[in-house]
């Protein structure tokens, strides 16, 4: 919108400038000497102060000289990496090591570009947002650090499962009863199998789908038309992938706690073989 | 006017002193602009932000702790180089002579391994908040982007440096948590689609890249030792410079007034 010539004030008005507006007025800005460095200060003092006490109280682990010839029993990688590790109990390493990390990272990378709501930009509420904040809590904190806690705690010898008043037991033996879905559907031809698997796997997808949509439908009511043309079907495909992989892992290790389900599908191919 | 004055105005008047600190301390709003703006460290802020971002409820302040920790892990870090040898003859051995021969060793090693503990969670939380506030959203998108990066940077600092005591929990926990790279699709030799390069085998795939061979041994030491010492630090350093950057660039996010 072009001001008027005319319009412009002499020197020493204020001028209204309708861009900074968007972004916020310097109105209630304050001094950040000493406002903000103080409280920087002060609580750097504490952390520092804290971590001191911490490492005089309790010292950094070290074990036997590093023997190459010696596993130990469960051997763990860094807690951080633990919920990663969980994982590998119900996914092959390619797609619990490589596939699902890279689907968090790019997961997370994206979110704001599939986040399209205007609202709850610098503050907090529950209201406008209440199915973002589900899912990130859901993603983040159910999925990621239980996991965690269950691979640092409960995850003994042969990575078995102890709860925690139980021993570790080294000798613990565990029956290796794992059968893949189609079997457990009866079906015994190992062709017929994969292609079973492969349509209960698309199968997930296309129901999956249906039901984001009816979600994305049922949530936004009578704006929904509006609202998918803004949000356009790309970042739905996108969002409702993420998603939809995100569950599928805990319906995955649902089904392996539950009914022993190894695979659901497997496919092999003389050039590659991938088991879901 | 007592000697002590005079003596503190002889100081402060003097030509040396008025080439380091170019302005006094009085409490003024003109001073209070150039205490930030004049310093290169503070001049990380703006001189003046929105009241809210200096709340404590508000930022949690964990972007700060996070990088608080960060500066710490530098400090303690470059303590310890002074000391420890990455060859597999002796790094262990260094490990016990800084707990038993080295001033403050144990100390510094302590506060080493706990800091980066501590940056782990605190960039986890520091997500956290930026995702509960809507930080992420325009003009605030990249930064968000910048974020992730220096979050997996995090964890890769911390992972190299597991290795570094060459003890049995160290050489195991990474061998655990880099076993997947031997499954990487197509370019790990157990990965599917492994077929497709041909010859990928125990020491020419993905994981023998970053070990430096078929298992863990004296060059993975070197290995990681450098990208926990030089490489990855850097790196890491240069997107903290564009995050920080950012933020000063577009503002601290806020409900708009
Ligand atoms: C080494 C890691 C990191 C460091 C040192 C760091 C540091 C900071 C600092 C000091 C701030 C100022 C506000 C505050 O303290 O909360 C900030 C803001 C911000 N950070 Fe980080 N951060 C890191 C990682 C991340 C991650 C993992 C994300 C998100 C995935 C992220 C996204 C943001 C965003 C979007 C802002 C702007 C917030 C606003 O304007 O309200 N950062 N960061």
Redesign the interface.
Known sequence: MATPLKAIPGPGKRIEVPIKK????????????????R??FL??CA??IL??V???L???????????T???NP????W??LG??EMLVFF???H????LPTFI?VG??V???L?I?????????WKD?KWE?TT?IVG?HILWVSLIIIGTFLRGPGWNWFWFWEKWDPHKVEALTNVDLPFLLGVRDETMATIVGALIVGGYFVVGYAAFYALCRGVKGAEFPDFIERWGWARFGLTGFLFLNMWAVVAKMMMRHLLNIKYIMVLKT?????NI | MSKWDDVKEQITESEVWKSIFRHGYDDTPRNRILMVSGNVWLHLHPSKVRRHATRLRFTWCMGGITFLMFLVTVITGVYLMFYYRPTAEYAYADMKYLEFDMPFGMLMRNMHRWAAHAMVIAVWLHMFRVFLTGSYKPPREFNWVVGVILLVLTLLLSFTGYLLPWDQLSIWAVTVGSNMGRATPILGHEGPGHELIPGLNNVYDARAFLFGGGEIGPHTLLRFYILHCIFIPLVASLFMAVHFWRIRRDGFSGPAL
């Open positions: 968007a972004t916020g007025p310097g109105d209630d800005k304050i001094h950040t000497w000493p406002h903000l460095v409280n920087e609580i750097a952390m520092m971590l001191i911490w490492s005089l309790v010292d950094a682990p070290l074990e036997e000289p590093a023997n190459p010696r596993t130990p051997s763990k990688a860094p951080y990496f990663l590790q092959d390493p390619w619990a090591g490589v596939v990272i997370l990378m979110i704001p570009y986040d709501n205007p609202k709850g930009n610098g503050y907090y509420c947002r904040i990130f983040f003389p050039y590659f073989s991938i």
